[in-house]
């Protein structure tokens, strides 16, 4: 069973660029999960999408957005890139159970997108 | 609001020595708890898992408990490998509506032969 992937693996831009990068979840997994990780802030959660649906946001400005289409493949978009947004951008899939199951389930990572703003 | 709190780092260590990585954390209601490990340039990859008190969740030789008493989960391995230097990080998954994974700041592991 293929992992979770994610696309571009590494990206060079520059400060006031725009920004995709894509998400493929395991197969049968409809929730997707982005986070930011950086030396300074760690891991930090910034959104999760269910069924095309964004049901969870962090805390980041408006500059971070995502969608998920219907094959539950999910995009991240940063626009206005700041140097502070370099950052591994890590994805992470999983069933997207209900009710009480849902804090038990796990969720697997892909192996992120390496972000470098220049 | 729930947060992880995980010892510094790095814990350096010679093999086959006994290694424990503290974890304790903070969160209403009766919240899932996980190891994730790191390995340079790669993914978060889960180690191991708990869902409720005094489980043990246990894979590769690693374990953790989950002492709701002590709201800890502290992560131990009577024999560590070279191979397990990497960081690891202690995460919670709320009781409430949501996937969100809260982690711990990591602790590196660097284990020498």
């Known amino acids: 069973k293929a992992g979770v992937t994610q696309t571009p693996r590494y990206l060079i831009k520059t400060r006031g660029q725009q920004v995709t990068l894509s998400c493929s979840p395991i197969?049968?997994?409809?929730?997707v999960s982005w986070y930011q990780q950086t030396p300074g802030q760690g891991l930090q959660f910034l959104f999760e999408?269910?069924?095309?649906?964004?049901?969870n946001k962090g805390n980041f400005p408006g500059r971070f957005s995502g969608r998920q289409f219907s094959n539950s493949r999910s995009e991240m978009n940063v626009s206005t890139l700041e140097l502070g947004d370099s950052a591994l951008y890590l994805c992470?899939?999983?069933?997207?159970?209900?009710?009480?199951?849902?804090?038990?389930?796990?969720?697997?990572f892909g192996p992120g997108t390496r972000l470098l703003v220049l | 609001g729930d947060s992880v709190t995980q010892m510094e780092g790095p814990v350096t260590l010679s093999e086959e020595a006994f290694l424990t990585i503290n974890c304790t954390y903070t969160?209403?209601?009766?919240?899932?708890l996980f190891w994730y490990v790191q390995y340079p340039g790669e993914g978060l990859q889960l180690l191991l898992k708990?869902?409720?008190?005094?489980d043990k969740g246990s894979n590769k030789g690693f374990e953790a408990t989950y002492r709701k008493e002590t709201t800890s989960f502290h992560l131990e391995k009577g024999s560590v490998q070279v191979s397990d230097s990497a960081v690891y990080f202690c995460?919670?998954?709320?009781?409430?509506?949501?996937?969100?994974?809260?982690f711990g700041t990591g602790t590196r592991l660097q284990v020498f032969p």
């Open positions: 992470a899939s999983s069933f997207g159970l209900a009710g009480a199951s849902r804090a038990s389930e796990t969720q697997y």
């Open positions: 197969s049968g997994h409809r929730s």
């Open positions: 999408y269910f069924s095309e649906t964004q049901r």
């Open positions: 969160a209403t209601g009766y919240p899932s």
């Open positions: 708990a869902t409720k008190a005094d």
């Open positions: 995460a919670l998954s709320p009781s409430y509506n949501t996937d969100k994974l809260i």
